[in-house]
């Protein structure tokens, strides 16, 4: 059969078919925007065949960067030297070495592109050939442009994914790097730093403290990123269990020890075994547990509810609080004893409005990852908003903050925007500068006028005539002001 027979110019649908004169008009991509550029994809053609070469050239150049063509092992080899490709599109029956043996002759280290072989003369071993050659596809000649297409894009789909995955681990990477999961410059956040990295290696139990929202379970998860330990973190917030199941979830029961225990089941400890245990809002636990408790971490052995003999656990217990548990000692709330073998070292992790110069790599992390998550453009941010938001005290702390910049990536309003319409940081909170701080000294008189004008706006609900009254300025001048700022916010976005 002549190679050149092989192509036909159009099938019974009309639509254009691989071996088209490369002169022929091209038709749509099947189910791809032909308008749309894949993000930093090359492509090579190798086929003997000048028609086919021209065909697939002319329907790839509109969707990638970079498309080229060999029309020989040998020239496809030199195009290879000078640059990276991450698909091929190659023919198997080529003069001299075949596609198959081509790619099978690149080593591992090589073989980073994916690779979709055509050919006219397809059978069963062929095709199991290809395959066992790394195939990521296989197209038989002659082909309508829409097969090709559908091929290109599975292949494209797992590019752009794995690129992502491996975005996705390096960031987590930089995440834990430093010893902490937490971001900022801060000389706060430096120091606890500095004890996570000390501290994370080592078996001694951790008691961290701070408010409702400072991020202690991003803590707790640095010190066991970075322990080395190979068992899990396992995560259990002591005040969300009832006191009455609490000791069958974190020690396990056996089969009947109860009612409704239907089967034996490991608990929590065992789960981390090798690993770290993080008990949050321990002030929760009833003083019952705490005395189980106390003898788990003395005895270093967990004993199942129902059951005489107890298991060996090898976990490192880290500790959570938001309240002061020295002052619960004195009061009768909390065991002295279980304090004092809890707190080998505390760590203190301070609220947001002590380490305001850390808010702005906050607002752009949350931006970045939330629109991301949401599918939605972030809120540009001006200066001027940061300036607002940094002189906002947080009682929330990092988690309002981050309801905050979400709220604002749903609403698609910038935070200076949300203001003026009433809303208030978050559900619970007025918008006013942190307690204690008045307006930044850097601010100019203008900067200062607008955000107090805002404030007293958001105090109203945004009833402007009542704002005014309060300001003890006009109704006109209020809504004048409020267009002034808004046209200079559209010209700076």
Not at 399 to 409: G, H, P, Q, T, W
């Amino acid at each position: 059969m002549d190679k050149n027979s092989r192509f036909s110019a159009a099938d019974s649908t009309g639509t254009q078919s691989a071996g088209t004169p490369s002169g022929a008009p091209t038709f749509g991509l099947g189910g791809l925007n032909a308008g749309a550029m894949a993000p930093a994809i090359s492509v090579l053609i190798v086929d003997d065949e000048p028609g086919m070469r021209n065909f697939l050239i002319k329907a790839l150049n509109k969707r990638f960067a970079l498309v080229e063509s060999a029309d020989s092992i040998e020239t496809a080899e030199e195009i290879r030297k000078r640059c990276h490709f991450d698909l091929i599109i190659c023919d198997i029956k080529l003069p001299g070495r075949s596609g198959i043996e081509w790619h099978e002759a690149i080593s591992g280290d090589e073989r980073r592109s994916d690779i979709i072989f055509m050919t006219a003369y397809a059978d069963l071993e062929t095709a199991i050939e290809a395959l066992r050659a790394g195939a990521s596809d296989f197209i038989l000649k002659p082909f309508r442009l829409e097969q090709m297409m559908a091929a290109i894009d599975r292949c494209v789909e797992r590019r752009l994914m794995a690129r992502e995955n491996f975005v996705l681990k390096r960031e987590l990477n930089t995440v834990y790097s430093s010893g902490s999961a937490m971001l900022g410059e801060s000389q706060a956040i430096r120091d606890v730093d500095s004890i996570i990295r000390r501290v994370a290696p080592t078996p001694s139990a951790v008691l961290i403290e701070g408010e409702s929202g400072t991020g202690k379970e991003l803590a707790a998860r640095a010190l066991h990123e970075n322990s080395g330990r190979s068992g899990a973190f396992v995560p259990v917030n002591c005040g969300a269990i009832a006191a009455d199941i609490l000791e069958s979830e974190l020690f396990g029961h056996t089969k009947g020890a109860f009612t409704g225990a239907q089967k034996a089941r490991e608990g929590l400890f065992t789960f981390a075994s090798g690993g770290t245990l993080f008990l949050d809002e321990i002030g929760e636990m009833p003083l019952g547990m705490q005395a189980k408790l106390l003898r788990v971490l003395e005895l270093k052995a967990v004993r199942p509810v129902g059951s005489e003999q107890e298991i060996s656990v090898d976990v490192r217990i880290v500790a959570a609080t938001n309240r002061n548990l020295e002052e619960e000692v004195k009061e009768g709330r909390f065991r002295e004893d279980l304090y004092y073998r809890l707190n080998v070292l505390t760590l203190t992790l301070p609220p947001l409005r002590d380490r305001p110069e850390d808010i702005p790599t906050l607002v752009h992390n949350f931006s970045r990852k939330l629109s991301k998550e949401l599918g939605l453009p972030p809120v540009p941010l001006t200066h001027e908003d940061m300036a607002v938001i940094s002189g906002y005290g947080w009682p929330g702390n990092i988690r309002e903050l981050k309801n905050f910049v979400e709220r604002c990536i749903l609403l698609g309003r910038l935070p200076i925007e949300s203001f003026a319409r009433g809303d208030s940081m978050s559900q619970s909170s007025e918008i006013t500068p942190t307690e204690g701080r008045g307006y930044p000294s850097s601010w100019p008189m203008d900067e200062v006028e607008k955000h107090h004008i805002l404030q007293v706006l958001s105090e109203f609900q945004g009833n402007k005539s009542a704002a005014a009254r309060q300001l003890g300025i006009s109704r006109k001048t209020l809504d004048r002001k409020l267009q002034a700022w808004d046209e200079i916010q559209g010209a700076e976005s």
